[in-house]
Antibody
């Protein structure tokens, strides 16, 4: 069974940093791209970032480019999202998902709140 | 800001059919596959339709989708109370070099 479990969220002040992790199990992690999608409270889905199976290719939404970094550790079946210079507008539930276009399995999400 | 436009809401009575539109452009729907996701409040999205019109295993046949030019649509026939959810279209956009989601449509079963 495919499982994706996000962790690392919480409350952070504007300008601060946070690193999200997504632990994957139940599939051959290294052959799948991985994606992060977020959803602000009461709002729609927003694609954030994606990374290829090898980790060599990364993609970012314009809204996070230069502030967020996606990476992966295929030996530990984990994908990360390093978030810097956080803003109030980054407050959202962050989902980790397997593959891209389409993403066929999703984690339950982790809440990130940016507030002073 | 979403580049794929959906109606904010759609509704129908049990047994009726509902269609949700998704309007994009040449850089996304016009040149790439469209996927549809279903999301219930407080839960993760679920892949409903992939590759324009394919249902993943376990998705009921009453869900169907199509694409023409720079627009796509999702149809729910024989509407059931458990279909009450938010629905999102999504596609790769080559100008943005990233995925884009639709604005989302809330389906209500009256």
């Amino acid at each position: 069974e495919v499982q994706l479990v996000e962790s690392g969220g919480g409350l952070v002040q504007p300008g601060g940093s946070l690193r999200l992790s997504c632990a994957a199990s139940g599939f051959t992690f290294r052959i799948y791209a991985m994606t992060w999608v977020r959803q602000a409270p009461g709002k729609g889905l927003e694609w954030v970032s994606a990374i290829s199976g090898t980790g060599f290719t990364t993609y970012y939404a314009d809204s996070v480019k230069g502030r967020f970094t996606i990476s992966r550790d295929n030996s530990n079946n984990t994908v990360y999202l390093e978030m810097n210079s956080l803003r109030a507008g980054d407050t959202a539930l962050y989902f980790c998902a397997r593959d891209r276009n389409p993403s066929d399995h999703w984690g339950q999400g982790i809440l990130v709140t940016v507030s002073s | 800001q979403s580049v794929l436009t959906q109606p904010p809401s759609a509704s129908g009575t049990p047994g009726q059919s509902v269609t949700i539109s998704c309007s994009g452009s040449a850089s996304n729907i016009g040149s790439n596959i469209v996927n549809w996701y279903q999301q219930f409040p407080g839960t993760a999205p679920k892949l409903l339709i992939k590759n324009d019109d394919q249902r993943p295993p376990g998705v009921p046949e009453r869900f169907s989708a199509s694409k023409t030019g720079t627009s796509a649509s999702l149809a729910i026939s024989g509407l059931q109370s458990e279909d009450e959810a938010d629905y999102y279209c999504a596609a790769w956009d080559y100008r943005l070099n990233g995925d884009v989601f639709g604005t989302g449509t809330k389906v209500t079963v009256l």
